[in-house]
């Protein structure tokens, strides 16, 4: 079974309606005794990061994510990516979970647009299993103004936006996708059944 975190700054139902497309059993909840339960856990996430962060405290869960993190395998996707590093620095500086070393900042492409929106493409990193057989160069569905920082071994995909910008990201047990699976058609849901395979 997946735990969607429902924390109030989620994109929860797109997220589990992919899932559901795809066959796998999941739940939208703030229990912590169901993340205990999980196989996998979700963390979506849009908005401003010091909001969402603040939200999430609100629920309690953020001892038990990090502790889950240790067992099984964890995905952030946009928002919820960024909240996987340890600080951002979106309205000021806010702490993050800090389960993949690095920031996150806003994005500075020289005569490009501000967020980015719409579909780029995925430059291999380095090999991750969330990434498994999706070919070459696939495309997929960002919307998002900050960006992580971080070394490269951390990154499974760029996506080039003035910058090389982390696409994916991984750490352990831990995955991020700075793009939207969820909305990035056949080659998003083979993402999240990767995730489930993990």
Not at 17 to 40: F, Q, W
Not at 84 to 96: A, I, R
Not at 99 to 107: R, T
Not at 163 to 173: L, Q
């Amino acid at each position: 079974m997946i735990v969607i975190i429902d924390y109030g700054a989620g994109n929860l139902f797109s997220v589990k309606n992919a899932l559901d497309y795809i066959g796998a059993e999941s739940v939208v909840t703030k229990d912590a005794d169901m993340l205990e339960k999980a196989d996998r856990i979700i963390l979506p996430g849009v908005g401003a990061f010091p909001d969402a962060m603040k939200m999430l405290d609100s629920t309690g869960l953020i001892p038990a994510i990090k502790e889950q993190a240790k067992k099984k395998p964890l995905l952030g996707i946009c928002l919820g990516m960024q909240m996987l590093f340890e600080k951002s620095y979106e309205f000021g500086e806010t702490d993050g979970l800090g389960l993949i070393p690095g920031k996150v900042e806003l994005m500075t492409p020289p005569d490009l647009l501000i967020p980015q929106i719409g579909w780029n493409r995925l430059l291999y990193n380095e090999k991750c299993a969330l990434l498994d057989g999706l070919g070459d160069e696939p495309y997929v569905y960002f919307v998002h103004s900050y960006a992580a920082v971080c070394e490269s071994r951390y990154v499974a995909a760029y996506t080039d936006y003035g910058d090389k910008v982390p696409a994916c990201v991984f750490s352990g047990n831990v995955y991020g996708c700075q793009f939207h699976p969820e909305k990035s058609g056949e080659t998003g849901l083979s993402i999240l059944r990767n995730f489930l395979k993990l």
